[in-house]
């Protein structure tokens, strides 16, 4: 494999007569003020070999990436009950679908969906105040990165309150089948603000670092999770990562991958290095078009694939 940081500028190079392409999440009011032509690329190895390219050092909102972490720290907490809750299937379905939700009686089909994420958060927030659960997240992604300037965008936050109305009827129908534990405004209070939590690529591509390490940080050899779970935060992010889209994502890149409306998208190619991507217009299925787009070249030139 040619150096790193060449084949970085070389996928950065691929494709940038396509920055700017796709479409902002204009649903959520912060989100659609974000300038389209943003790119970024961030490669982190497990040996310690990092590459960037474009904005890779600008932060943004990582939204629904933030599911892989609270998902990480509650199987920590709760361990494999958080299962008898939420499921481990691929749901076919849009990220805040309310339908399945209905047919299976409160339990989400996976952990990424919003529906589960709910659930992930409410059992973080037991036994605790929104505030605190809130901060431990927080002080989770700031540990993860080694960077003590990772923080929560107080105005996503708001905005996503504000329009939240889909994640408050989802918490509300959950609730009513008795799967969530605590009162649907603490828990959409929490999940607005782990949404709204902001990195660079560069902080994020280090704070998925552990997952490429089996759940040990290789940089310092601190144990994050058993080796068992980060293998199935994996396995969920091969299979659910990308909602309906996530068949075409393993097709096309091939690796366990984590996308959130802010346009970012987190890869991890397990032994070897974690991936962060990010550009704000979305496809149709609410992934980083030219993230996407960025990933399939990249595992093209370097061969990385868990097939």
């Given at each position: 494999m040619r150096n790193l940081s060449d084949i970085v500028a070389a996928v950065h190079a691929d494709i940038a007569e396509h920055i700017g392409g796709g479409k902002v999440a204009d649903y959520i009011p912060a989100l659609s003020r974000v300038d389209p032509?943003?790119?970024?690329?961030a490669v982190v190895t497990c040996t310690g070999e990092r590459a960037e390219a474009g904005d890779a050092a600008v932060p943004f909102s990582i939204q629904s990436i933030s599911k892989v972490f609270t998902l990480t720290l509650a199987l920590e907490r709760v361990g494999a009950r958080l299962w008898q809750r939420v499921g481990r299937e691929p749901s076919g379905s849009a990220f805040n679908s309310i339908v399945q939700l209905e047919q299976e009686r409160g339990v989400p089909r996976n952990p990424f969906i919003n529906a589960g994420a709910l659930v992930v958060t409410d059992a973080l927030l037991t036994g605790r105040t929104p505030k605190k659960t809130a901060a431990e997240i927080l002080a989770f992604l700031r540990e993860r990165s080694g960077?003590?300037?990772?923080?929560i965008d107080d105005e996503v936050a708001g905005?996503?309150?504000q329009t939240g109305f889909r994640n408050a009827s989802l918490a509300n129908f959950i609730r009513a089948f008795g799967n969530l534990?605590?009162?649907v405004a603490e828990v959409l209070d929490v999940y607005f603000h782990q949404c709204a939590l902001k990195l660079s690529c560069a902080q994020l591509a280090r704070a998925g670092l552990f997952l490429a390490g089996d759940g040990v940080d290789p940089l310092t050899g601190n144990v994050v999770c058993r080796p068992a779970r980060a293998r199935r935060v994996k396995a969920l992010m091969m299979t659910c990562g990308h909602y309906d889209a996530s068949g075409e994502f393993?097709?096309?890149?091939g690796l366990p991958g984590k996308s959130g409306v802010?346009?970012?998208?987190?890869a991890i190619v397990p032994k070897q290095?974690?991936?962060?991507?990010?550009s704000p217009g979305l496809n149709a299925a609410g992934t980083s078009h030219v993230g996407a787009m960025a990933l399939e070249r990249l595992v093209e030139r370097t061969g990385w694939s868990v097939f």
């Open positions: 032509r943003h790119f970024g690329l960077d003590p300037s990772v923080s905005s996503e309150a534990k605590n009162p393993a097709f096309k890149v802010g346009g970012g998208i987190l290095a974690a991936i962060a991507v990010w």
